[in-house]
């Protein structure tokens, strides 16, 4: 089927089939999206797919469904984390055991009163946790660490009490930066943890059957890597040889950050709870994720990037930045405000897709000349209510690299999560439109 016949929106299909519904993760590709791709550009099993920001894995469950091998980078623990566990296929019947195991002796520790002090310390349980919560947390998170089963068995619970300890938190559902929900809700929120914790365990241990059963008969293996895109090179001497083609692969899948941690989706901020409760040995990268993430350190000087189109969008907010600069000192002046406070989004804009920029350059160095696609699922952003043509800068960025334009689809977003609106200026009442369609990007290589 051609691309101009699908309706790549999906609107019919679940994003939550197999492993893909394990946990919650911001802005999650829609597994069909990946599906296609793969099917079109990777028909052959042999050829390998890589995706260079893997957030939660996604595109690798997608790959060894359909049989190929799978790569997949991220700066994120809990993405590698999140991501091994989703591509590893389990005895259905060993976690029922270990399941009920885990829950009799947690029952039977409340009912006797007992205590243990696991939770970690950076968090204020009082604060995120309604009264009597980080009990049970507490509780599940001693009989699961504490099990003598098998590390993939046990990374399993573990991602189940994960997705336990956030909806069981104050924490907003429909946002993934740390805020709470509003008083009136919290006064409401008074849920079963146990009974929380149960319901995430059949229901993924169900997914997980239905995943092993898919792919029974698949050869695909997949490999996940906490690393940086902008350092592939280095990343892939970690990559047993076997699972590449003389060491390069065939198909890139991948929906990289819509701009800089900072101001679009915060990945670290979403994965700072569950890295901290699950003691992820990587507490340093899991707490530098939004800082070291694409954009978040500005360049000393701009430079040309072979953009006209984002030479034009940088003047464009250059100008605002100036403008902003202005009315807040003026503000000042008139004292309203005691002190001023500026953003220069030109700088952040800048240094996104400078990274970005990198990242196509590294790229071209691991696909396979004159056998290779590319494919990337980007969303236009706007800054300083502007609006960033992403989806035609990537093309003119890729073009030096040898990346020769193929395509571009465009979707309607319907099942993305992160906010409709937002506040860019971060005045009140003063909001605007976030990201609500998306264009896959394809290239030849």
């Not at 609107?11 to 993760?25: A, L, M, N, Q």
């Not at 406070?341 to 071209?364: K, N, T």
């Not at 073009?399 to 193929?406: E, L, Q, T």
Request: aromatic share 10%.
């Amino acid at each position: 089927m051609t691309s101009s016949k699908i309706d790549w929106t999906f609107p019919k299909v679940s994003t939550k089939e197999f492993t893909h519904g394990f946990h919650t993760y911001p802005a999650r590709m829609h597994p069909e999206i990946a599906k296609q791709l793969i099917e079109k550009y990777a028909s052959d099993p042999k050829k390998v797919v890589f995706d260079p920001f893997m957030g939660s894995g996604g595109v690798l469950v997608e790959a060894i469904l359909h049989g190929n091998n799978a790569i997949g980078i991220d700066i994120n623990p809990f993405s590698v984390f999140l991501s091994k566990i989703k591509t590893t296929p389990l005895s259905v019947k060993k976690l029922n055991k270990i399941f009920e195991e885990i829950m009799s002796k947690s029952e039977k520790d409340s009912s006797k009163n007992k205590s243990y002090d696991n939770a970690p310390k950076e968090i204020k349980l009082e604060f995120w946790y309604p009264n009597g919560v980080p009990e049970k947390l507490q509780i599940l998170k001693h009989n699961i660490f504490e099990m003598d089963i098998p590390k993939k068995e046990k990374d399993f619970f573990k991602l189940c009490f994960s997705l336990t300890q956030r909806k069981s938190s104050f924490q907003k559902r429909s946002i993934y930066k740390m805020y709470r929900v509003k008083e009136e809700k919290r006064d409401e929120h008074n849920p079963d943890v146990f009974k929380m914790f149960s319901k995430t365990c059949k229901t993924n241990i169900e997914k997980m059957d239905d995943f092993s059963k898919a792919i029974k008969k698949s050869s695909g293996k997949a490999i996940t890597i906490l690393g940086d895109t902008r350092n592939i090179k280095e990343e892939f001497k970690k990559i047993p040889k076997k699972l590449l083609d003389n060491g390069k692969v065939h198909l890139v899948v991948t929906s990289p950050p819509y701009g800089d941690h900072g101001t679009t989706v915060a990945y670290g901020q979403f994965s700072r709870h569950p890295g901290q409760w699950l003691e992820l040995p990587e507490q340093e990268e899991l707490l530098s994720v939004d800082k070291v993430g694409l954009g978040g350190i500005h360049k000393e000087k701009f430079s040309d990037l072979d953009s006209p189109l984002l030479k034009k969008a940088i003047k464009i907010v250059e100008k605002k930045d100036a403008i902003s600069r202005e009315e807040k000192e003026e503000r000042k002046r008139n004292e309203e405000i005691t002190s001023v406070s500026h953003f220069e989004r030109a700088r952040d804009v800048f240094a996104f897709y400078s990274d970005l920029d990198q990242c196509f350059e590294q790229i071209s160095k691991i696909l396979k000349k004159g056998e290779s696609h590319c494919c990337f699922v980007v969303a236009n952003r706007r800054v300083r209510r502007e609006l960033m043509p992403t989806d035609k800068i990537i093309v003119e960025l890729a073009k030096k690299y040898g990346f020769r334009y193929k395509e571009t689809i465009y979707r309607k977003i319907i099942n993305k999560a992160f906010s409709s609106k937002n506040t860019p200026e971060n005045i009140t009442d003063h909001r605007d439109e976030t990201m609500n369609d998306e264009s896959i990007v394809v290239w030849e290589y």
